[in-house]
């Protein structure tokens, strides 16, 4: 089964500071990947996606993402975080199930709480 | 507008008494799944569903059910709720179709069982 782990719980940077979101996946193959944000009392709003092709991913927002293959990562950047970026930040891997066509499973890391100083 | 629905947003039940959390999605997506959120643990899934008629466990099933009689609708079913299932609930849907697989999210049931 897929994993994901997101080693850090909590970090906190300076406004206007670059910032990188560890990511680490475990999965046979090439996985869907997904980073999310969560903001305060709020649902999970997608920011950018990996399936194929390129593996530098722009989102929404300002933030993309880096798919390695060899390091089983998908970290997300941001070169200049503004105030609003603080929320809670959540990778995800989707992959194909065995149990039948179409079976299809999404696992989350744990999350990453940023906090951002005015 | 695209949306998936969750309600209640809110609830405070007491232990013991059945309870449903009902999620519809307007995508026609095959897939629905849901998902609790803990402080510390992240998001972990409970039940998800491919289709119509054909659900499977995630990774905490245990004290819920779940139903899939109509592709948008994906009740989640606590039958005898308990003090450990208060957490906040997330429903979400994605397309199997192609590689358009990202998942939308409801906006969340913040459940309390006391």
């Known amino acids: 089964a897929q994993s994901v782990t997101q080693p850090d719980i909590h970090i906190t940077v300076s406004e206007g500071a670059s910032l990188e979101l560890r990511c680490n996946y475990s999965?046979?193959?090439?996985?869907?990947l997904f980073w999310y944000v969560q903001s305060p009392g709020q649902g999970l709003q997608l920011l950018l996606k990996?399936?194929?092709?390129?593996?530098l991913v722009q989102g929404i927002k300002g933030f993309e993402a880096e798919f390695k293959r060899s390091q089983s990562s998908f970290n997300l950047r941001k070169p200049s975080v503004h105030w609003s970026d603080a929320a809670e930040y959540f990778c995800?891997?989707?992959?194909?199930?065995?149990?039948?066509?179409?079976?299809?499973?999404?696992?989350f890391g744990k999350g990453t709480k940023l906090s951002v100083i005015p | 507008e695209a949306q998936v629905t969750q309600n209640p947003r809110y609830l405070i039940t007491v232990t013991g008494k059945k309870l449903t959390v009902t999620c519809s999605q307007n995508?026609?997506?095959?897939?629905m799944s849901w998902y609790r959120q803990d402080p510390g643990l992240g998001l972990r899934q409970i039940y998800y569903s491919m289709n119509v008629e054909v659900t499977d466990k995630g990774d905490v099933p245990e004290g819920y059910k779940v139903s899939r009689k109509e592709k948008r609708n994906f009740p989640l079913i606590l039958e005898s709720p308990s003090p450990n299932q208060t957490s906040l609930y997330f429903c979400a849907s994605a397309s199997l179709q192609g590689s358009n697989t990202e998942a939308f999210f409801g906006q969340g049931t913040r459940l309390t069982v006391v």
């Open positions: 990996y399936f194929s092709g390129d593996t």
């Open positions: 999965y046979g193959a090439t996985p869907y």
């Open positions: 995800a891997v989707g992959a194909p199930t065995y149990s039948g066509a179409g079976s299809y499973q999404l696992t």
């Open positions: 995508m026609n997506h095959e897939y």
